[in-house]
């Protein structure tokens, strides 16, 4: 089985930016939508950004404009740049792979930790 491994969380001041990472390892993502979702404490996993395999993104509507969710095929990676980050950021985001008509492929990961406080 694939494993999703997701980096690059951390702690930063509303407004400030990070880069997240996820790697697909064993795999080859080349033919899959990619995507990533959060959950805050208490709330369900929601969706936050998508890339098609031609690499066109989509974005929920709370981050457009201040995310950006790229892929590097060759190294079976997606990337989500955020920026003006904003304490209703704060959540454990995860990736995830989707094949035709947005089945899930994989199990989810361990995720990474996002917290923006002053």
């Known amino acids: 089985q694939v494993q999703l491994v997701e980096s690059g969380g951390g702690l930063v001041q509303p407004g400030g930016s990070l880069r997240l990472s996820c790697e697909a390892s064993?795999?080859?993502?080349?033919?899959?939508?990619m995507a990533w979702y959060r959950q805050a404490p208490g709330m369900q996993r929601e969706w936050v950004a998508y890339?098609?395999?031609?690499?066109?993104?989509n974005y929920a509507p709370s981050v457009k404009g201040r995310f950006t969710i790229t892929r590097d095929n060759a190294k079976n990676m997606v990337y989500l740049q955020m920026n003006n980050l904003e304490p209703g950021d704060t959540a454990v985001y995860y990736c995830?792979?989707?094949?035709?008509?947005?089945?899930?492929?994989?199990?989810w990961g361990q995720g990474t930790q996002v917290t923006v406080s002053s």
């Open positions: 064993g795999s080859t993502i080349r033919t899959n939508t």
């Open positions: 890339i098609s395999s031609g690499g066109s993104p």
């Open positions: 995830n792979l989707f094949g035709f008509r947005g089945v899930q492929l994989y199990s």
